[in-house]
């Protein structure tokens, strides 16, 4: 399946199709072998790695944040998501104090996939 760490080019087609036909975000039109780590990035934004700094991460411009979570914040761009985004904003309101711990768990989409135990004391930190 996978040849010095790159997919195969079966495993790379079959991917690209999927993404192709199911309308998932992707970076197919780029150059690189990184448009494959991109494409599965792209269908969550947040890594687990990104849990323990998620406080500064949401404090800082979204020039510093890993190039996924900028493609899914971009509103202009292919890749943008707008319930990432609106998650993203709920978070920030949390770290800022703006919004309570208890209405963003409430708030956020069934689809943001997080358990909230997870980023919950995460998202002041920093």
């Known amino acids: ?3 010095t760490s790159l997919p195969k080019p079966a495993l790379r087609e079959a991917v690209e199709t999927a993404c192709r036909t199911f309308g998932l975000r992707h970076g197919f039109e780029d150059v690189g072998q990184q448009v494959w780590v991109r494409t599965i990035w792209l269908q ?9 700094v998620l406080g500064s991460m949401l404090a800082g411009p979204t020039y510093t944040q890993p190039l996924a979570i900028q493609l899914l914040l971009d509103i202009e761009g292919p890749n943008a998501s707008a319930s990432f985004q609106a998650s993203w904003k709920l978070l920030q309101d949390v770290r800022l104090g703006g919004v309570s711990e208890k209405a963003a768990l ?13 980023w919950k004391s995460y998202s002041r930190s920093a």
């Open 1 to 3: 399946m996978f040849r």
């Open 44 to 52: 969550s934004g947040l890594l687990c790695s990104h849990i323990p």
């Open 106 to 118: 409430n708030a956020l989409p069934p689809m943001f996939g997080y358990r909230p135990s997870r």
